[in-house]
Protein backbone atom coordinates (compact mmCIF):
# COMPACT_ATOMS: atom_id res chain seq x y z
CA UNK A 1 0.00 0.00 0.00
CA UNK A 2 1.14 3.65 -0.82
CA UNK A 3 1.84 5.48 1.32
CA UNK A 4 2.36 9.97 1.41
CA UNK A 5 2.81 10.91 4.81
CA UNK A 6 2.83 15.03 5.58
CA UNK A 7 3.55 16.31 8.49
CA UNK A 8 4.67 20.06 9.59
CA UNK A 9 1.49 21.69 9.55
CA UNK A 10 0.13 24.18 12.49
CA UNK A 11 -0.20 27.73 13.13
CA UNK A 12 1.95 30.43 12.91
CA UNK A 13 1.70 34.18 12.20
CA UNK A 14 1.57 35.99 9.27
CA UNK A 15 5.39 36.46 8.18
CA UNK A 16 6.83 33.30 9.68
CA UNK A 17 7.97 30.82 7.90
CA UNK A 18 7.66 27.05 8.02
CA UNK A 19 8.69 23.63 6.91
CA UNK A 20 5.88 20.70 5.61
CA UNK A 21 7.56 17.02 5.04
CA UNK A 22 5.92 14.30 3.14
CA UNK A 23 7.57 11.16 3.33
CA UNK A 24 7.57 8.00 1.11
CA UNK A 25 8.60 4.58 0.08
CA UNK A 26 11.71 4.68 -1.81
CA UNK A 27 9.51 3.10 -5.04
CA UNK A 28 7.74 6.25 -4.83
CA UNK A 29 10.37 8.73 -4.03
CA UNK A 30 12.74 7.04 -6.78
CA UNK A 31 9.96 6.75 -9.82
CA UNK A 32 7.35 9.59 -9.14
CA UNK A 33 7.24 12.95 -9.84
CA UNK A 34 6.00 14.35 -6.63
CA UNK A 35 4.21 17.81 -5.55
CA UNK A 36 2.38 19.72 -3.08
CA UNK A 37 -1.23 21.18 -3.35
CA UNK A 38 -3.68 22.73 -1.15
CA UNK A 39 -6.75 23.28 -0.69
CA UNK A 40 -9.91 25.43 1.26
CA UNK A 41 -13.19 25.00 2.00
CA UNK A 42 -15.52 25.28 -0.64
CA UNK A 43 -12.86 25.76 -3.23
CA UNK A 44 -11.11 23.09 -5.49
CA UNK A 45 -7.45 21.49 -4.33
CA UNK A 46 -4.95 24.02 -6.31
CA UNK A 47 -1.02 22.75 -7.43
CA UNK A 48 1.55 24.77 -5.33
CA UNK A 49 5.27 23.40 -6.36
CA UNK A 50 6.52 20.16 -8.15
CA UNK A 51 9.74 18.80 -7.75
CA UNK A 52 11.36 15.74 -10.91
CA UNK A 53 12.76 12.87 -9.47
CA UNK A 54 15.55 12.56 -11.34
CA UNK A 55 16.79 15.91 -11.54
CA UNK A 56 15.44 17.54 -8.87
CA UNK A 57 14.35 20.48 -11.51
CA UNK A 58 11.81 22.25 -9.42
CA UNK A 59 8.08 24.32 -10.95
CA UNK A 60 6.33 26.35 -8.61
CA UNK A 61 2.72 27.64 -9.26
CA UNK A 62 2.88 31.89 -9.21
CA UNK A 63 1.62 32.25 -5.74
CA UNK A 64 4.34 29.81 -4.69
CA UNK A 65 7.17 31.06 -7.05
CA UNK A 66 8.49 33.66 -5.12
CA UNK A 67 8.24 32.78 -1.49
CA UNK A 68 8.18 28.58 -1.25
CA UNK A 69 11.14 26.01 -2.02
CA UNK A 70 9.97 22.73 -2.52
CA UNK A 71 13.29 20.28 -2.24
CA UNK A 72 14.16 16.74 -1.48
CA UNK A 73 16.26 14.52 0.66
CA UNK A 74 16.76 11.32 -1.34
CA UNK A 75 18.14 9.36 2.19
CA UNK A 76 15.47 10.17 3.68
CA UNK A 77 12.96 9.53 1.04
CA UNK A 78 11.52 12.49 1.92
CA UNK A 79 10.13 15.82 0.20
CA UNK A 80 9.88 19.72 1.98
CA UNK A 81 8.28 22.60 1.48
CA UNK A 82 9.42 25.66 2.59
CA UNK A 83 7.44 28.63 3.06
CA UNK A 84 8.45 31.99 3.70
CA UNK A 85 6.89 34.87 4.69
CA UNK A 86 2.89 33.33 4.84
CA UNK A 87 0.20 35.02 4.56
CA UNK A 88 -3.28 34.98 5.87
CA UNK A 89 -4.48 33.62 2.18
CA UNK A 90 -1.95 30.41 2.81
CA UNK A 91 -4.37 28.99 4.84
CA UNK A 92 -5.21 25.76 4.06
CA UNK A 93 -4.93 21.74 4.00
CA UNK A 94 -1.84 20.86 2.41
CA UNK A 95 -1.25 17.45 0.40
CA UNK A 96 1.12 15.78 -1.13
CA UNK A 97 0.62 13.87 -4.53
CA UNK A 98 2.76 11.44 -6.92
CA UNK A 99 2.67 11.51 -10.32
CA UNK A 100 4.87 9.00 -12.36
CA UNK A 101 4.62 10.43 -16.02
CA UNK A 102 5.80 14.30 -15.79
CA UNK A 103 5.24 17.55 -13.49
CA UNK A 104 3.11 19.03 -16.17
CA UNK A 105 0.67 16.28 -15.41
CA UNK A 106 1.30 16.52 -12.06
CA UNK A 107 0.42 20.23 -12.06
CA UNK A 108 -2.68 20.04 -13.92
CA UNK A 109 -4.00 17.81 -11.11
CA UNK A 110 -3.22 14.30 -12.63
CA UNK A 111 -2.34 12.55 -9.01
CA UNK A 112 -2.07 8.61 -8.77
CA UNK A 113 -1.30 8.62 -4.94
CA UNK A 114 -2.54 11.34 -2.12
CA UNK A 115 -1.22 12.04 1.26
CA UNK A 116 -3.92 12.95 3.63
CA UNK A 117 -3.17 15.78 3.85
CA UNK A 118 -1.48 18.74 6.87
CA UNK A 119 -3.55 21.84 7.96
CA UNK A 120 -1.65 25.13 7.88
CA UNK A 121 -3.39 27.82 9.35
CA UNK A 122 -1.78 31.92 9.18
CA UNK A 123 -3.10 34.38 11.49
CA UNK A 124 -2.74 37.72 10.45
Known amino acids: QVQLVESGGGLVQAGDSLILACRTS????????MGWFRQTPGKEREFVAG????????YYSDSAKDRFIISRDNAKTTMFLQMNNLKSEDTAIYYC?????????????????WGKGTPVTVSS
Open 51 to 58: IDWQFGYE
Open 26 to 33: ERIFSNYY
Open 97 to 113: AANPDSLTALSRGRVDY
